[in-house]
Nanobody
Framework: QVHLVESGGGLVQAGESLRLSCAAS????????MGWFRQAPGKEREFVAG????????VYADSVKGRFTISRDNTKNMVYLQMNSLKPEDTAVYYC??????????????????WGQGTQVTVSS
């Protein structure tokens, strides 16, 4: 059983940056696909970014491509989301998720088995 805890959220102004962290415990995530999702009030949870177990493959939502970077450190059981040039529409609760299969990165939330509790990101205009 993998336990995921996100941190690093907060309130920033448009154009600023934040770095989210996801700490995993209970099991190594070195063989897991890891993803970040977000959910804004009144909207469905949406895929933001994903990284393969070996970090060779990364996938991004079109809305964040070029601004966000997902990375991982398997030696520390950590995953990160660097968010630059933030926009008000990036405001949401951000969730870290783990897929415990050796498969390509999925954009579907249903593919992920473990979820964190989320961290709030608020971007003011």
């Amino acid at each position: 059983q993998v336990h995921l805890v996100e941190s690093g959220g907060g309130l920033v102004q448009a154009g600023e940056s934040l770095r989210l962290s996801c700490a995993a415990s209970g099991h190594t995530i070195s063989n897991y696909v890891m993803g970040w999702f977000r959910q804004a009030p009144g909207k469905e949870r949406e895929f933001v970014a994903g990284v393969s177990w070996n970090a060779y493959s990364t996938v991004y939502a079109d809305s964040v491509k070029g601004r966000f970077t997902i990375s991982r450190d398997n030696t520390k059981n950590m995953v990160y989301l660097q968010m630059n040039s933030l926009k008000p529409e990036d405001t949401a609760v951000y969730y870290c998720a783990a897929d415990d299969r050796l498969v390509p990165v999925s954009r579907s939330a249903s593919s992920y088995d473990y979820w964190g509790q989320g961290t709030q990101v608020t971007v003011s205009s």
